[in-house]
């Protein structure tokens, strides 16, 4: 789940003297719905005698204020929250971060579906990171770089409102660490709930990306220049490579290179 997001989340439940769960409930929102996140957290934490509607408002009041939220929207006790650039951006930046300066775990060279070592439904994961892998190495061959932090934000507007790039940003966020150092020491132990819940999460990123990969390109055609649409493209793809093979490592299973 979101490091960040269940960070703010938990903050705001103890601002108003509530305790939070260790596992705060966290889902993406459809890509047609209103919203980015959405979580019945305010059901769990309600006092006594306090309904969840009431705590929901509460949490809702609080959250809107946080310059990662754009918009928080409290109904029948359940929360629905929309990101703003800065919400968006940050996952994106600490997935390149971790990039740059860390191991993601092990790596494969195999194709995808003959002997790298992932279980079948895992395929699309690890075929998707492959893909990723060879679209960066061709951008890049063709001069294009990813975008540096401080012009991420910005970048961001022109792409932000197309839906699988949104949902491509919200769903990184559920990969990316609070902190870029904590993905360095590879796979993680988890339970079996919590090693299905990233699976199935895995599996939505990957689809995602799919569908982002056949809508944009990261490098130009021909005599064509690079742009910052490519330079933006690059960026969302190569945080992908990191978030697919982190979330591949975190279930012991290898991120092909090569499709």
């Known amino acids: 789940m979101p490091e960040e997001l269940t960070g703010l989340l938990r903050a705001c439940a103890q601002e108003l003297g509530l305790t939070p769960p260790e596992q705060i409930p966290l889902r993406p929102v459809e890509p047609r719905s209103p919203g980015d996140w959405s979580t019945a957290l ?107 932090g401080d012009e991420l934000e910005p970048a961001l507007t022109a792409v932000v409102e197309e839906r699988t790039a949104r949902y491509l940003l919200v769903l990184l966020g559920a990969f990316a660490p609070a902190r870029p150092e904590r993905a360095a020491g590879g796979a993680q132990s988890t339970g079996s709930a919590q090693r299905l819940g990233r699976s199935i999460l895995l599996r939505t990123l990957a689809a995602t990306y799919q569908d982002f990969y056949t809508r944009t390109r990261c490098a130009p055609r021909g005599t064509e ?9 690059l960026t969302l793809t190569e945080a992908t490579s990191v978030a697919l093979a982190t979330g591949l490592s975190a279930l012991g299973v290898p991120a092909p290179e090569h499709l």
Request: hydrophobic letters at 40%; aromatic letters at 0%.
């Open 42 to 148: 305010a059901h769990q934490v309600a006092p006594t005698g306090q309904g969840a509607a009431r705590v929901a408002a509460a949490l809702a009041d609080r959250l809107r204020h946080r310059e990662e939220v754009a918009g928080a929207h409290a109904d029948s006790g359940h929360l629905t929250l929309t990101l703003s650039l800065t919400g968006l951006a940050g996952p994106v930046r600490r997935l390149l971060q971790v990039r740059a300066g860390a191991t993601m775990g092990p790596r494969s060279a195999a194709q995808p579906g003959s002997g790298c070592g992932c279980p079948a439904e895992l395929h699309p994961v690890a075929f998707a990171h492959a893909r990723s892998r060879n679209v960066a190495r061709t951008a890049r061959a063709h001069g294009v770089r990813p975008l540096p």
């Open 225 to 233: 220049p690079v742009t910052s649409t490519h330079r933006t493209h």
